[in-house]
């Protein structure tokens, strides 16, 4: 297992965020098609942020309180995700990339805290006559890697396989979902073998002034699991507002999930408040 320490991996994760905004344009594929945005009103950011799809380069910093969790319900655990959102746009289409760093403070299985498998996802949209009635469909790639910092933060495997997006968006409303399935191909041969499917099936309103509410699940099967532990299916809302905290616009959005269907110690509920820092070209 790579035991990478926690504040190294922020510390990279941070200095993704800042590279980024400055760098995308100059690894952006030749004759983008891109239309600048640095003018974009708090709305249009708004309707760009609720598209996994959109050419959009943002940093999402996601707080999560896993509440009743483990024998009982009586522990709860703390999440913080760093998400960065890095688009590259060229004249046949985009690539999406997203990797997603977790940072844990758990009471359950164990007391520790520290950094988990960092997760990472891309997605190629290929420009096609859909996207006139706005909609968009890709296909990509999702790979789990063995960072975790201790042996309960993480699957203690490397693990690849495909990933699909679709997206239809409207003035007011964005609706679509992210799948991906990923099996294990490698890492610590005392470790189960991971073969999990999830699907992220989202539906966003979009308001005046930068408002937007969402509503989405987050489910997944792990295949590998005994009966009655493989589903997890969390169900829930945001809220989410864009401003500008002087010239660069954040996005603040705080929600609540309640677990329908899960393993027998995850966690019943859990609490999300998300900062986004955007950087519109």
Known sequence: MLHARPALLLALALATAWVTPRSALAVAWPASGAAP????S??????????????LISV????NYLGSTGPGGDFHNQQLKIQPVIPFVGASGKFILRPILPL?????????????????QGYYIPRTALEARG???????????????????????YSLGPAFIVVHKTHAWTVGALANHVWSVGGDGDRSAVSNTSVQPFVTRNLAQGWSVSVTSET????????????????????????RLGHTPISVGVGGFYTLDRPQYANRWTGRLTVTLVFPE
């Not at 997944?220 to 009655?228: D, L, Q, T």
Request: glycine fraction near 12%; proline fraction near 5%; aromatic fraction near 10%.
């Open 37 to 40: 945005s640095g003018g974009a």
């Open 42 to 55: 708090t709305d249009d950011i708004a309707r760009k942020l609720a598209d996994p799809g959109a050419a």
């Open 60 to 63: 999402p910093f996601q707080y």
């Open 104 to 120: 844990a403070w758990n009471q359950f299985p164990e007391r520790r805290h520290g950094s988990g498998d960092l997760f990472v």
């Open 135 to 157: 909609t968009e469909v890709g296909f990509g790639a999702a790979a789990l890697l063995d960072t975790a910092s201790h042996d309960s933060l993480g699957s203690g495997k």
């Open 220 to 243: 997944s099967y792990n295949w590998k699991a005994a009966n009655g532990d493989a589903w997890t299916v969390p169900l829930g809302a945001t809220v989410s507002k864009v401003m």
